[in-house]
């Protein structure tokens, strides 16, 4: 069915418009040793998870490999966008161990969950222990590096809620 021109237009006002979240790793500071031989300097990677709506993994990413560093950077810093209302966002790192393919033999160092007050104001975001990141206690039980940090931009370009209709106009009477 072929619309006239000003029913399309009309009809497009009514298509609810889908937000769009982008979350960037940027870095990590204070990783402890945990390569081998002899607990170097990790060879780390992150993986971002975004669901949607409660669709588990609906959007995943795994970034390039950042080696033997406590404090890996990735620039341009590692991106992945998702469309929807975004519910959950998940950062998890992971040392790569014997070769530069992620293997099934890599070390969990830790997960970060965004906390969604967080989430959803956007911005420049730092994570740790005391908001929201769990750190491997068999990786971190010989670590001398203290707390470390993920430092993560988030871009939440979900559109504004319509303003609601106006009132009605008073009933004639009194």
Not at 38 to 64: N, Q, R, V
Not at 119 to 146: F, K, P, R, T
Request: negative net charge; hydrophobic residues 35%.
């Amino acid at each position: 069915m072929v619309l006239p021109k000003v029913a399309s237009i009309l009809l497009l006002q009514f298509v609810p418009t889908l937000g769009r979240m982008r979350v960037c790793l940027n870095r990590v500071v204070g990783l402890p040793n945990t390569d081998w031989p002899a607990f170097k300097a990790p060879d780390a990677y992150a993986e971002i998870f975004m669901d949607l709506g409660g669709c588990t993994m609906a959007t995943h990413s795994e970034s390039p490999t950042v080696h033997d560093t406590h404090t890996p950077v990735w620039d341009p810093p590692f991106c992945c966008t998702a469309t929807g209302d975004v519910s959950y966002v998940r950062v998890k790192l992971w040392d790569d161990d014997l070769t530069d393919i992620h293997s099934g033999i890599d070390e969990v160092l830790g997960t970060c969950a965004v906390p969604e007050h967080l989430m959803h104001q956007g911005g420049d975001i730092v994570l740790n222990a005391d908001s929201g990141c769990a750190w491997e206690s068999a990786v971190y039980a010989h670590a001398s590096l203290g707390n470390p940090r993920v430092y993560l931009t988030i871009d939440d370009d979900h559109p504004s809620p319509p303003h609601p209709p106006p009132p009605p106009p008073p009933r004639g009477g009194r």
